[in-house]
């Protein structure tokens, strides 16, 4: 799978001064760029400091390798909302609108394109570049 990572300018309103954003989309791969609203990549674009991922992968990791076999809620720092079980993640964006949760993908996929995304912030480039997840 390859993954497209990159900062652009983001402005707030006309003469804002704005910033660099991090974002990142999916190349060549339709079941996931198909995805109704990419909740998924809204989701992870949010996780946009080293903190918010870092954090995101400990729970994740904390729970995979725990007996625990209900789900865990991480958040985005936002509003949005993922629910994580061993099998898969769901992301819900709107969860003070709709309680539901779509657009699952596997939490192992999940997790190996969260460390591509802390490397990613956590490197000085704040380039375009892509990256290939095996």
Known sequence: MKLYFKHY???SYEGDEGYMRPTFHLIGNDSLSEMSDGDFI???TNLDTVEKTQCAINAI???ISSDYDDFIIISDGYMR???VNIDLTCFNIMPKIDDSYKD???TKLFL???????????SEFKGEIEVYLT
């Open 9 to 11: 300018f983001h402005q």
């Open 42 to 44: 809204i989701f992870t």
């Open 61 to 63: 990791e904390k729970y």
């Open 81 to 83: 909302k993922a629910k």
């Open 104 to 106: 699952c993908l596997s």
């Open 112 to 122: 190996k394109i969260l460390k591509a995304w802390y490397e990613y912030l956590n």
